[in-house]
């Protein structure tokens, strides 16, 4: 026989019990509208460096770009950028070889962050000038400061295609 006093302790514990698994799922939830939250601003930060290159802004490229330290790299192995003035000339020959450009939607979006630094790895198709998509895969990686990120690297690769072991494997008969 249960006496009341230990059906009292019993609905504490299970009233305890409820508490702890509320907030302990609450708390993922909040964590998860968190991590969505931060991809969404990588999204939109990944998305405004690639309107502002394809509108030939460099200074509005600068802008998001961590002061502190950064390095981009460009599709060729010489394009290494440090400073301003070399992210200025990059875009200046980028744009006397091609005109115009624009990139389509980003693609593969995928992002990792501590909350102080973040990655963010996409394709998006690139048209430089009048001329059909090249496909491009970016790695970047975000520094926040106060409440923006800002870009400290970013690497940029133009993947080929039908070019896999699997393929090339294939093609030899194997």
């Not at 006397?96 to 593969?108: D, N, P, S, V």
Request: glycine residues 8%; hydrophobic residues 40%.
């Amino acid at each position: 026989m249960v006496t009341s006093s230990a059906a009292a302790r019993g609905s504490r514990s299970l009233a305890f019990a409820a508490l702890a698994l509320f907030i302990a799922t609450s708390s993922g939830c909040t964590s998860l509208q968190s991590k969505s939250a931060v991809e969404g601003q990588l999204r939109t930060r990944a998305e405004q460096l690639l309107t502002r290159y394809a509108a030939n802004d460099p200074d509005a490229i600068v802008a998001i770009l961590d002061p502190r330290e950064f390095t981009l790299y460009g599709s060729d192995s010489s394009e290494i950028v440090h400073t301003v003035s070399e992210l200025r000339e990059l875009m200046r020959n980028d744009f006397a070889l091609w005109g115009t450009a624009r990139f389509g939607a980003i693609e593969h979006f995928d992002s990792r962050s501590d909350g102080t630094l973040a990655t963010t790895y996409f394709s998006a198709p690139f048209f430089p000038g009048n001329s059909g998509p090249i496909p491009v895969r970016f790695c970047m990686t975000w520094r926040r400061t106060g409440d923006q990120w800002l870009l400290t690297q970013s690497a940029n690769s133009v993947p080929t295609v039908g070019q896999s072991a699997t393929a090339l494997l294939k093609g030899m008969g194997k």
